[in-house]
């Protein structure tokens, strides 16, 4: 029998990689509920798992920041994210680039410059491992990512625009169903059944922070 290859990759798979990262999932010491379930996992060699922690600590500190999303996130920021500050206080300067003071919903917060390269590989990762997990074959075509959570602090016009843009593509995916053990954390839709050239994928985590990924053969 052949051996198993990486999701991201054509290198032999030496490990199991959480999609998404594990550090997404709160801990049930933390929140009082068991949202590990049934994670899903996928084979991955050593550059696309143990490599890219950093990274995933990147995403997960993005992931949390966003003022939409649930009470359970909520929990996490109050428990795991304040313990990992405390443990390398270091963090908080690392990720907060560009950051201001700035109002949602009538309450004082802070607005930051989001690194969205960093913010989109990452979620390719998680795309190309539900892919995988789902169809049981690798996607290896690049995919597009655009996030519902990000906002412009100074341009309300791009704003809606965004948002009127999402609104056309969630009616897009009303027929699919939503996928996942954990729906409070996390939970994906993916289509490609119209045009099996293209790939859809919607996630959302945290019941609040909805991202796309979008993908066509070349
Ligand atoms: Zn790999």
């Known amino acids: ?35 590990r379930n049934n994670l899903i996992r996928v084979p991955s060699c050593d550059i696309h798992n143990l490599h890219k922690t950093k990274d995933d600590e990147y995403l ?6 966003h003022f939409q999303n649930n009470e359970v996130c909520q929990q996490q920021i109050l428990t795991k994210f304040i313990r990992a500050l405390k443990r390398k206080p270091h963090l908080a300067s690392l990720f907060l680039k560009e950051y201001r003071g700035a109002i949602v919903n009538g309450k004082k917060t802070i607005a930051y410059k989001v690194d969205d390269e960093r913010f989109n590989k990452s979620i390719e990762h998680v795309a190309k491992g539900i892919f995988y997990s789902h169809f049981k074959q690798k996607w290896v075509y690049p995919f597009n ?10 341009d309300p016009d791009f704003n809606k625009y965004v948002q009127n843009g999402f609104i056309k593509i969630l009616e897009s995916f009303e027929k699919d169903k939503a996928i996942g053990a954990n729906p409070q954390v996390f939970k994906y839709k993916i289509h490609r ?20 990924a979008a993908s066509q053969k070349v």
């Open 1 to 35: 029998m052949p051996k198993k290859t990486c999701y991201m990759c054509d290198l032999e798979a030496t490990s199991k990689e959480h999609v998404p990262p594990l550090c997404i999932f709160p801990e049930y010491k933390d929140v009082g509920l068991n949202l």
């Open 60 to 65: 997960l500190f993005v992931l949390i920041s």
């Open 145 to 154: 990512v655009v996030s519902f959570a990000f906002y412009k602090i100074d």
């Open 193 to 212: 059944s119209y045009d099996p050239d293209i790939c859809l994928i919607l996630m959302t985590f945290y019941e609040g922070f909805h991202v796309i």
